[in-house]
């Protein structure tokens, strides 16, 4: 007779997986720069940010750890590039700008649950699952779970600046495991980047289930992501579980 799936540990990554920015980042920089007297529109400030999140982290990735920067000073750098892309280029004039936002953003006033966050980690406990973090976040990461009142639900967090691997690198996954000392196909993933945790879940012979937003699916997961590993709330989790180990749905 098959021995039954039994899933021991759930590893979970955090941004817009379990926590979202109450107010997006354009607005949260022009708010800050408005109170050091700098205007600027919060749309172009919005879109400047993601020009220069996306160049930081393709010259420096993973917080330029290998290039001897601290998180810090790679989140500063962004707020600098960031600025200078909208025409403000005094470096002098945005520092105080970009330590009050690296401050606000370790500040869970700065953060907000997802609906059902609190309800499915405590479901999951109840069930006896082990829980995890394994997030792309910096050294703030620990402080903000304490402060939103999530902490408690995991056994570890696990980061890419901690570790020195970022997701999708099997190694932070591996290491994961190692920690809770269970078999991959023992453990699933919760996450919503398509290649960083449900391929990068995958890829180490996790099982991955993938949190997506309300708008229409992306073609590439819609093409390759089983419905049933598709989550549109977090609710959906415990039930998707149960589909995975074979058992009638919980009441």
């Not at 196909?185 to 180490?204: E, L, T």
Request: glycine share 8%; proline share 6%.
């Amino acid at each position: 007779m098959a021995h039954r799936l039994q899933i021991r540990l759930l590893t979970w990554d955090v941004k817009d997986t379990l926590l979202r920015l109450r107010h997006p980042v354009g607005e949260e920089y022009a708010s800050k720069a408005r109170a050091h007297g700098l205007e600027v529109e919060a749309l172009a400030l919005g879109q400047a940010f993601g020009q220069a999140y996306r160049a930081q982290s393709h010259s420096f990735p993973n917080y330029g750890l290998s290039h001897g920067l601290t998180s810090r000073q790679w989140w500063l750098d962004v707020v600098l590039q960031t600025f200078h892309l909208v025409g403000i280029r005094d470096a002098q004039d945005v520092a105080p700008v970009a330590d009050q936002l690296y401050k606000d953003f370790s500040s869970p006033c700065t953060w907000q649950l997802l609906e059902g966050a609190e309800a499915t980690l405590s479901g999951c406990r109840e069930r006896g699952l082990r829980l995890a973090v394994v997030s792309n976040f910096d050294r703030r990461l620990e402080d903000i779970l304490v402060g939103v009142g999530l902490r408690q639900h995991f056994d570890f967090v696990l980061t890419s600046e901690a570790t020195g691997w970022p997701k999708p690198d099997p190694r932070i996954f591996h290491e994961a495991l190692r920690l809770a000392h269970v078999e991959p196909a023992q453990a699933a993933h919760i996450g919503d980047s398509y290649h960083c945790d449900y391929k990068g879940a995958q890829a180490v012979g996790m099982h991955s289930f993938l949190v997506v937003g309300p708008g229409p699916l992306d073609p590439e997961v819609k093409d390759s992501v089983p419905q049933e590993h598709i989550l549109p709330s977090l609710s959906r989790l415990l039930p998707a579980l149960d589909r995975l180990e074979g058992l009638p749905p919980q009441q």
